[in-house]
């Protein structure tokens, strides 16, 4: 019988005895870095989703022990932030409280489950000993200028009452809390980010093993725009405006020019603007909407004439209105635009809406013309539609453009470009969508930031042996939303003599996002315990980059981004000594509830791991769960599919219980499992591979398998399964762990099929081919072919002088 309780509990305790899953620091055999995403341990535990990547990531663990790499399967703990916070705070438990008895309970959870984790390597970035070096990487940005304060107004979430960067959000609105984002100006730290922007962008094409999709998010993020700097002198002014613009081909259209509402320009341009009230007003009125909410194709243009301020188009020398609007953002470009409403959406519907002159510059290519093919007739019928429709947005010939008239846009971009350059009045630009990393929050639970802020030098670094700067204990941690953090309140812990002169200095008091934590964990795994240095160097260069990487897609632009990015950073400081951190990814499928829903509290649909693991076990849970689709889908719970791997598994036992030593032949099916399983762990394919070694069951149940063979096909059970197969490796009177074992290889020449074609000749003449055994004798052959009705056409009566045989391959028969 399959008492998977009575063998859970005996294996857990073998393993921990003999320290099974201790990693060790033998250098001198090849390695394997595997790794998790590690969780933030909430309140309300695991569900059965949670543990689905670190299922697979265990069962290729497994694999590579048994295969001789020195594997690394560490677990640990994002305590930091946000959601430890807000939990803390619903339920008036201290967070450090709430967290330990969290981290308790997840860790509680993990170990039924059977994972490989080497707990010796836990690592809580609450952890002073842990955020030490989180501390020292912000010390060390900030020595070389990438952290800076900035006053720039930030995404401010009023429920959570912090500042957010652009990655915290979704749709404009709170990733935590859902609440709408406003625009709030307040002093913050920001990370240079945007100084990697080109080299994250460029490194993704060493990422060959990365998914594409995640890829294609990282690049899209980034955002690179290869485009022009042109400067439009204002007509009755010392001034000019600088605009940003990818398309510098369409310039004889642009009829107005257009700043953002919060461009620096414009207090300067105040005393010569006519309508300053109104001005003033409409600014006032955009300052709390978000970017999303103002640059929405959709959303109805807003903006307001400077009156007595006209800027000078270069090229066409007219003198042009200018305008303030709310769809220009101040962060992307410089701040401002050329607006050519033939050729651009917003330009568009904004002339329109302001009777602004719409001049079109540029026809479809003209091919459109010239036909020469179907092709090009239907190409030519879809652009004159463009046409037709007012707006054409695409590339083309240039028409209404003076001596440019009748070049290509990329022709026409390129000599319009030098001419700017030439007149020192523009010049090519790239520009990235990326933007600098908001990193402080006005927060308790974070990493306090190591800076000492002093009236006569400023902002000086903690001196790196004070590290850590301990998170105080405080009775109220609530945020104030004023935008100072609650340290701010504690004065004995602020007030501190400057590092540098001495004199009276300030501790900061915002602590930084979760984000940060998180961004180089996987390092301290190799290294935990070190006190001297982040990570030493020998280790450093032995276990990185991470072989493999699993976690969710959610991920794919904020902590992949932060992450490669501090690696870098660490890179450039002759810490890591790897361009990328993470070099194989895969993103695990969400499970669903068995309602096809979202887990969640809210639909009751949530499924606990644990009352799973008690009614079926803890292997069973895992077989289904890497059983139920392609790793990356999401599926839905099906609770008869977890009882039918129950049963297969309890098949299983019982074949195993009566299975008889006995010796047989090579078993040619037992093989290709092996090669099948191997490929299908190597590749992420789980779900076949479970599929695979229920077919081989099935076949194989009623016939005689060898000791040998049996104890290879519990192997490829193993990683899935741990304990049944750890259980059944011992029954059959294996010595010592199965997990010490040596994976199975397939044997080369027994993954051909059992039967091959035979070419059958007669007189060197091929009258037929015949499916045979793929050992069939010359003998047996030749009596097929007497046998076979063409054989007996041909050979029926006649005298065979000669019989040529090739096995595997042909029977060549030579009669008089
Ligand atoms: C004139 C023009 C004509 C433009 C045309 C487009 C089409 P990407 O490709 O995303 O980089 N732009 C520049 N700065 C902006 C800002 N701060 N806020 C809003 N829009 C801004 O987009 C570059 C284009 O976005 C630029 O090229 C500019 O409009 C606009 F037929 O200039 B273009
Ligand atoms: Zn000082």
């Not at 001198?28 to 569900?47: A, N, T, V």
């Not at 329109?352 to 013309?369: D, G, S």
Request: proline share 5%.
């Amino acid at each position: 019988m399959f008492d998977h309780k009575k063998i859970e509990e005996k294996w857990k305790k073998k393993w921990s005895e003999s320290e099974l899953y201790k990693t060790s620091e033998n250098q001198d055999k090849p390695k394997q870095y595997i790794l998790d995403m590690f969780p933030y341990p909430s309140g309300e535990g695991l569900h059965v989703g949670h543990p689905k990547g670190y299922i697979a990531t265990d069962i290729v663990s497994r694999m590579r022990m048994m295969q001789g790499f020195n594997v690394l399967h560490p677990m640990g703990w994002d305590a930091f932030g946000l959601p430890a916070e807000n939990y803390a705070l619903k339920t008036k438990t201290h967070p450090k409280t709430a967290v330990k008895k969290n981290i308790e309970h997840f860790k509680q959870q993990l170990e039924k489950i059977g994972f490989t984790y080497d707990w010796s390597r836990e690592i809580n970035t609450t952890d002073p000993k842990y955020y030490r070096w989180t501390q020292w990487c912000f010390l060390q940005m900030f020595k070389k200028g990438l952290a800076y304060e900035s006053y720039e107004p930030i995404n401010w979430c009023p429920s959570c009452k912090t500042g957010l960067a652009n990655e915290d959000l979704e749709g404009g609105r709170c990733e935590r809390c859902d609440s709408e984002i406003e625009r709030k100006p307040m002093r913050q730290w920001v990370i240079k980010i945007t100084e990697y922007a080109e080299q994250l962008l460029q490194d993704i094409k060493q990422l060959t093993e990365w998914e594409d999709s995640i890829k294609d998010m990282q690049r899209a993020w980034i955002g690179r725009s290869e485009g022009t700097l042109v400067k439009f002198p204002i007509s009755n002014f010392k001034f000019s405006i600088e605009v940003f613009t990818t398309r510098l081909d369409t310039i004889y259209g642009c009829t107005y020019v257009v700043l953002a509402p919060e461009h620096e320009l414009i207090s300067t341009l105040l005393p010569e603007i006519k309508n300053q009230k109104e001005v003033q007003k409409y600014i006032e009125h955009t300052k709390k909407k978000t970017d999303l909410l103002r640059t929405g194709i959709q959303k109805e243009k807003t903006g307001i004439r400077l009156e007595g301020v006209s800027a000078l188009n270069p090229f066409t020398q007219e003198e042009i209105p200018v305008f303030i609007a709310d769809y220009v953002l101040g962060s992307y470009g410089t701040g401002a635009v050329m607006a050519v409403p033939a050729h651009d959406e917003r330009d568009f519907s904004f002339a329109k809406k302001y009777n602004l002159p719409i001049r079109k510059t540029i026809t479809p290519p003209a091919l459109a013309v010239f036909p020469r093919n179907a092709n090009d007739i239907a190409a030519g019928a879809a652009h004159e539609l463009r046409v037709e429709s007012e707006c054409y947005t695409l590339e083309g010939d240039l028409v209404n453009s003076d001596h440019y008239s009748g070049v290509s846009s990329q022709k026409a971009r390129e000599k319009m470009t030098e001419w700017l350059t030439q007149q020192g009045i523009g010049e090519k630009k790239v520009t990235y969508r990326l933007r600098d990393w908001v990193f402080s929050r006005q927060r308790y639970w974070g990493e306090p930031i190591p800076i000492i802020h002093c009236e006569t030098c400023g902002p000086v670094g903690v001196p790196e042996d004070q590290l850590p700067v301990l998170l105080p204990e405080i009775e109220h941690y609530e945020p104030t939303g004023t935008g100072e953090s609650p340290l701010a309140a504690i004065t004995e812990w602020v007030t501190i003599p400057c590092p540098s002169c001495k004199g009276p200095g300030k501790r900061e008091t915002n602590t930084m996002p979760q984000w940060a934590g998180s961004s180089w964990y996987y390092l301290r795994y190799c290294d935990p315990d070190n006190i001297k240095t982040l990570i030493d160097q020998k280790k450093e260069t032995y276990w990185l980059p991470v072989d493999l990487y699993v976690g969710g897609a959610e991920h794919a632009t904020r902590h992949l981004i932060y992450a490669r990015f501090w690696h870098k950073f660490l890179k450039s400081i002759g810490v890591v000594s790897t361009d990328e951190p993470f070099k194989r990814l895969y993103h695990v499928g969400l499970i669903m509830g068995e309602d096809n829903r979202k887990m969640s509290k809210r639909w009751g649909n949530v499924i606990n791991p644990d009352e799973i693991i008690g009614r079926f076990g803890a292997d069973t849970l895992r077989m289904y769960e890497m059983f139920m689709g392609p790793f990356s889908n999401s599926t839905s719970w099906s609770t008869d599919g977890l009882v039918g791997v129950r049963r297969f598994l309890e098949r299983v036992d019982n074949w195993f219980s009566e299975l008889k030593n006995i010796k047989s032949q090579p078993n040619p099916s037992l093989h290709k499992t092996i090669q099948k399983v191997t490929d299908d762990i190597e590749n992420f394919h789980f779900n076949t591979a479970v599929s695979t070694l229920m077919i081989f069951v099935n076949e194989t149940r009623t016939k005689e398998l060898s000791k040998e063979d049996a104890s290879s096909f519990i192997k490829l059970l193993a990683p899935f399964c741990p304990f049944l197969a750890e259980e059944l490796y011992e029954r059959l009177g294996n010595q010592g762990s199965i997990f010490t074992s040596t994976w199975p290889v397939a044997d080369k020449n027994l993954l051909q099929d059992a039967h091959i074609t035979l070419v059958i000749q007669i007189n060197s003449k091929v009258r037929e081919t015949l499916t045979v055994d793929v050992n069939i004798s010359k003998e047996d052959a030749l009596a097929l072919a007497k046998n076979c009705e063409i054989g007996k056409k041909w050979l029926d009566g006649k005298n065979i002088k000669n019989v040529i045989f090739v096995p595997k391959k042909l029977l060549n028969i030579i009669t008089d």
